[in-house]
Each structure stands twice: as C-alpha cells, then as structure tokens.
Nanobody
Framework: QVQLVESGGGLVQPGGSLRLSCAAS????????MGWYRQAPGKEREVVAA???????NYADSVKGRFTISRDNAKNTVYLQMNSLQPEDTAVYYC??????????????WGQGTQVTVSS
C-alpha cells in the first residue's frame, strides 16, 4: 500500500507565507509526477502546481511568482512554498502523486488535504 501524508497548513495573515509538505510511504518504485491541488468552498478542485520526474514545473496563472513547488526524491516528498498569500488562496490543499508500485500500473494517489486560511 501507498500513503500520502500532508502537513503545514494553517491560518496566516494576508501577505504571509506557509510551506506545505506531502510525504509518500509504502511500496514505491518510482514517482513520476507530484502536484498540488486546492478546493475552495463551493468551487471545483483546481490544479495549483506540478513537478515532473525530470524536473519541469507548471503553475496555475493565479499563483505564478508567489508559489514554488519542489521535491526531494530521496524522501519521496513534495513541497509547496506559498508566499504573498491572499484571501483568495484560502482552500483545502491536496497533494497528488503518480506512483509506480512494486506491481501493477502507475496509480494516482491523493493526500488527505490540509486547510489553508488567509485572513486578517
């Protein structure tokens, strides 16, 4: 089995920063891609950022220049550094990984979600 565990959410004032982490554990051969999504109340889940095995990254236009995604392959961990946070960044943030297990085809796993609230 594979499990993703997130940490780092919380309450922050506008203009502040937070760093999210998501660590994968279990029977993992390789992690092809890692990403972060978010879902605000009453809205659909949207992609925030993604990072691929060979290094390229993608960002939603709304977070470009403010958020940075990175990965530590040795720790099977993905990070999301969020700076200059604004109230519209308030959402539950979910990590997502495309993982090759010991057997079977690659499979997409999700973290449990962590709440980020930006408010004064």
């Amino acid at each position: 089995q594979v499990q993703l565990v997130e940490s780092g959410g919380g309450l922050v004032q506008p203009g502040g920063s937070l760093r999210l982490s998501c660590a994968a554990s279990g029977s993992i051969i390789s992690i092809y891609a890692m990403g972060w999504y978010r879902q605000a109340p009453g809205k659909e889940r949207e992609v925030v950022a993604a990072i691929f095995n060979d290094g390229p990254t993608n960002y939603a236009d709304s977070v470009k220049g403010r958020f940075t995604i990175s990965r530590d392959n040795a720790k099977n961990t993905v990070y999301l550094q969020m700076n200059s946070l604004q109230p519209e960044d308030t959402a539950v943030y979910y990590c997502n990984m495309l993982i090759q297990r010991l057997s079977g085809s690659p499979y997409t796993y999700w973290g449990q979600g962590t709440q980020v609230t930006v408010s004064s």
